[in-house]
């Protein structure tokens, strides 16, 4: 297990899908822990690491990246999150600093378990294995219409699509469905979020519900 004692930090993850506006929130969310005086340590899936970074680029931008199966997807996935959380995020949470991580293991439950229609006892299994009891203390889903978020992506993109940016609007409508309905299930772990909204506005919502989440 990777904690062997109760840590005193917290790990907050990012979920949602391409062009939800993650990385900008977690970002903004990081500077107000930091005008609070705590140490903040912002991070990725996949990479954080430098193995997990490698992993990331045999993912996402090699050539041969679209005769990936399913399965090797997702051990790839869940292996940088096994380095991620030893080398990086348990020792941070043990030290008492706010761990801000885009994208964690519910990542791999929707894109892999939902939307690659893997079964969910081995994606669950697999997921549990790579983070041992290192598990979030909320989930942040900044949700978004399908059509909205591969807009955004088209206009940000300097260079081509990204493996998983090549990806069709019904593979994406799955990955949507998928984070709304584990947000159904558990709804204490989970803070949905409009994405829609201007990015001030989504700011402040995210900071508002975080600091009740922290009392």
Known sequence: MPLKQKPVG???????????????????????FQLLGREVLTTREPGGTEIGEHIRSIIVHNSKGDEMC???????????????????IAPALLRGAIVLCDRFLDSTTVYQGVARNLAMDPVNLINQFAVGNVMPDLTVIIDVPTEVGLARVRQRASDLPDRMERENIEFYNK??????LLARSLPRKF?????????????????????????
């Open 175 to 180: 990955v949507r469905e998928g984070y709304l």
């Open 70 to 88: 399913a399965e090797t997807e997702l051990l790839l996935f869940t292996a940088a999150r096994a380095q991620l959380v030893r080398e990086i």
């Open 191 to 215: 803070l949905v979020i409009d994405g829609t909204q201007k990015e001030d506005a989504l700011e402040k919502e995210i900071w508002h519900d975080i600091q009740k989440f922290l009392g």
């Open 10 to 32: 917290k790990l907050i993850t990012f979920e949602g899908s391409e062009g939800s506006g993650k990385s900008t929130q977690i970002a903004r969310l990081a500077n107000h």
